[in-house]
């Protein structure tokens, strides 16, 4: 049950104003359709440069999510985020070791780089 919420929330099942989510939907099918393969592009660029990161195990993206593994790396996902939010990167862990990467219009191939930066030079400190 506890999975299937989670799944629930992430999916959009809890919002009470879908239609304003599904407005922005429809415009991103009528006039984004063709970015999204830059989205996915990004996607794999991440894990690429995560998955050389000792420490860290990364899950094959399919889309434009990205999960990752932390636990290797010694440090909670917690402080990791709380370290990449003095660089101005936002990434929300889902439980103690593991972190959810979302790419979008917003993300282009140098912050992917940076952030990727980021996280090596903070593990590296170790």
Do not use: C
């Amino acid at each position: 049950m506890t999975a299937a919420r989670a799944w629930k929330f992430r999916f959009g099942g809890a919002m009470r104003q879908a239609g304003v989510i599904a407005a922005a939907g429809l415009y991103a099918l009528d006039n984004n359709i063709d970015r999204l393969q830059i989205d996915h592009d990004n996607a794999s660029l991440l894990a690429d440069r995560l998955r050389t990161i000792p420490g860290i195990t990364v899950l094959e993206p399919e889309t434009n999510i990205v999960f990752f593994d932390v636990g290797g790396t010694g440090m909670t996902a917690f402080d990791i985020r709380d370290q990449l939010a003095g660089d101005g990167i936002r990434i929300n862990p889902e439980n103690s070791t593991s972190f959810r990467a979302v790419t979008h219009l917003d993300v282009d191939r140098q912050r992917i780089e940076a952030a990727a930066a980021s996280i090596r030079r903070i593990i590296g400190r170790l």
